[in-house]
Structures are given as C-alpha cells and as structure tokens.
C-alpha cells in the first residue's frame, strides 16, 4: 500500500464548477496535511495546510481532513481554465519533517 | 526577495559519471529538503537539513547519493557512478524553521538525464 495515494486523474471539469480531488494516507500518526499544485514544468507551490479535523477555506479552496478515516480532500469551486494543474497532496510524518507526496491528480478544466 | 535557486538548470551526463547538483535556499532559512522526482510521480523525500546537519536521510536510495550542507546554507547533492535510473527532476526546498508546519518553498528543479 503507497503511503499517500490519490486518484491520477484526469479529472475533467467545466469552467465554473466545482472540482473535488481526494487523498488518503496510510500513517494514522501524521500530523500535518498539503495540498500543492504544480503546473507543467513547474515546481510544486503551496495552495492549503490543514491540520485538524474538519473544513478550511481560503479563497476558492477549501480542504477538508478527517483523521478518522485518514482521508484529505481539496474543493476547488468556480474552477478556472488556470487551476489546470496537477494537483499533489502532501503528509508530514509524526515528530519529524519526512515530507510524503502522493503522484497527483491531473485536472483539467473545460473553458 | 529571492526564491530558492538550483544550478544547473539541465545536466545531461553519462552513465558511470559523477555529478553535483546545487541548491541557495531563501536566505534565513534554517531547513532544507532535496527531493527527486520523477515523471508522473510526486516528489519523493530524499533528505532533510537542520541547519549543517542531516536530521533526516532516510530517503537516500543508495550510498552512491550524499548532500552536505557545511555552512548551513547552500546545499549540494552528490550524485557518484550514476544510472540510467538516477534520471528525473532533483528538487531543492528551504523553510524557515524546523516547525512540522512551516511551508516548504521549491527551487525551479535540476533536471539531471544520465544517457
């Protein structure tokens, strides 16, 4: 079992609407969740954190953690022809700063 | 300010070869990560610096990779008899602290192709 595993994708949703990516882990310790969008050729950049259980927003993202289930989730509402991107989320591993990347969601959104 | 840098951008070498790769983090910045990655794949943790020191090198495939840090600033990743299979993108990031929560910044990468 991968230690953080998301679906690759595509995902493809139209301008406007709301897209839904997905993460589970496999360390019930952790600690520390991110979600990272990177472009094509590009580098990784930070887009969330979360930390706790439950709903955080920031602009049009809003992640969700719930621990219990060892499940991130990232909504991206009034998706934009520029939040095409693959879509990496992250754990950070129990008292230390071992960072786990999953491979990616690729979205792709239909202008 | 200036973000994390990596030189060289391409390095395209032999099989068998040694090679360095460079990383400046964001001035101030106390903790650095270099990751490897490769096509379709995340990022995958090679090995993180606390200040000079490796406080975490567990994601060192072999001992032909080593990286020092010997000021606590820029970083080099040391790469000896290199592969076909050592061929991605070598990632740099810096944070500023050694919270489990600090964002990490990326470097532009290394693209490193061993023929």
């Known amino acids: 079992q991968k230690e953080v595993e998301q679906n690759s994708g595509p995902l493809s949703v139209p301008e406007g609407a709301i897209a839904s990516l997905n993460c589970t882990y496999s360390d019930r310790g952790s600690q520390s969740f991110f979600w990272y969008r990177q472009y094509s050729g590009k580098s990784p950049e930070l887009i969330m954190s979360?930390?706790?259980?439950g709903d955080k927003e920031d602009g049009r993202f809003t992640a969700q953690l719930n621990k219990a289930s060892q499940y991130v989730s990232l909504l991206i509402r009034d998706s934009q022809p520029s939040d095409s991107a693959t879509y990496l989320c992250?754990?950070?591993?129990?008292?230390?700063?071992?960072?786990?990347f999953g491979a990616g969601t690729r979205l792709f959104v239909k202008a | 300010g200036a973000g994390v840098s990596q030189t060289p951008s391409n390095k395209v070498t032999e099989k068998g070869k040694y090679v360095e790769l460079r990383c400046d983090p964001i001035s101030g910045h106390t903790a650095l990560y270099w990751y490897r990655q490769s096509l379709g794949q995340g990022p995958e943790f090679l090995i993180y610096?606390?200040?000079?020191?490796?406080?975490?090198d567990s994601g060192l495939p072999n001992d032909r990779f080593f990286a020092v840090r010997p000021e606590g600033s820029v970083s080099t990743l040391k790469i000896q008899r290199t592969e076909r299979g050592d061929s991605a993108v070598y990632l740099c990031a810096s944070s500023p602290r050694s919270s489990g929560r600090d964002t990490q910044y990326f470097g532009p990468g290394t693209r490193l192709t061993v023929l």
């Open positions: 992250a754990v950070r591993n129990t008292g230390g700063f071992k960072t786990i």
């Open positions: 979360i930390y706790s259980n």
């Open positions: 610096f606390q200040g000079t020191g490796a406080a975490d």
